[in-house]
């Protein structure tokens, strides 16, 4: 996935006041070059490949804390960090800015924001409106088979969550999800679920860490769902995609 590349390629992102840790990026992404010829000029689709590779790195930091909220970085500290000039790590927190992720602070830089128990109540409540009767309605006319296609996404969330690796998880949180949902045929409310879904992952004011068993116990709600669509119990998926959603507002 491409949280997870990116966190392979660069390491995780961390604040501009922390310790620098490994965050790195390709020589070809840094345009580096071994010959005494003056380097090429970058192709746009290398930079905007820099770009979103940083801004997949940014969200897997706000993900796992180590970007905090309330807390303020600046683009060419975290460039420094990443081993790139400052204009592609702004242009990604302006990314993350449009999501609602960061904020801009002028002359500073981006603070990241900060959200209470109530934001993720209320996108809980939004996010249940629109899943669980799209969710129900497939649980009575997709083939059993197509669910067992997904059994891997399903793995892929217990995986993540038995070594406890949050942005890992969000990613294979998110995918799962989207994959039930993509099966509606209706790309614009995938859309939209997709970003309601990554806005609920984001960590609450004074970041505390998800708990491994917590990561495990969302994990295996997955599997018994996967388990129930393709048993075709209906009372059962209901009662748990509902739960699902519950577990979310708390």
């Known amino acids: ?48 490949s820099v770009r979103g590779q940083i801004l997949e790195a940014l969200r897997a930091a706000l993900v796992d804390g180590r970007l905090e909220p309330g807390q303020v970085y600046s683009a060419p500290a975290l460039g420094a960090r990443f081993g790139v000039s400052a204009t592609p790590v702004r242009e990604a927190m302006q990314q993350l800015a449009i999501e609602g992720a960061v904020q801009v602070v002028p002359n500073r830089g981006f603070r990241v924001s900060e959200r209470g128990p109530r934001q993720l109540a209320e996108l809980a409540e939004v996010r249940a409106l629109i899943e669980v009767p799209v969710m129900l309605r497939l649980a009575r006319t997709v083939p059993p088979g197509t669910w067992c296609a997904l059994r891997p996404l399903a793995d892929a969330t217990v995986a993540a969550a038995a070594v406890g690796d949050r942005a890992s998880y969000a990613e294979s949180d998110r995918a799962f999800h989207g994959a039930v949902l993509a099966l509606c045929g209706n790309e614009q409310l995938v859309q939209v679920a997709d970003e309601l879904h990554r806005r609920s992952q984001w960590p609450l004011e004074g970041n505390p860490a998800t708990r491994r068993a917590d990561l495990l116990a969302d994990a295996a709600e997955h599997t018994a769902l996967l388990d129930a669509l393709i048993a075709q119990d209906l009372p059962v998926v209901q009662s748990l995609v509902r739960e699902h959603f519950n577990g979310a507002e708390s």
């Open 1 to 48: 996935m491409e949280q997870g590349r990116a966190r392979e390629a660069y390491g995780a992102a961390v604040p501009a006041t922390a310790p620098a840790v490994g965050l790195r990026v390709p020589d070809q992404a840094r345009g580096e070059h071994t010959h005494s010829e003056p380097p090429a000029p970058r192709a746009a689709v290398q930079r905007h």
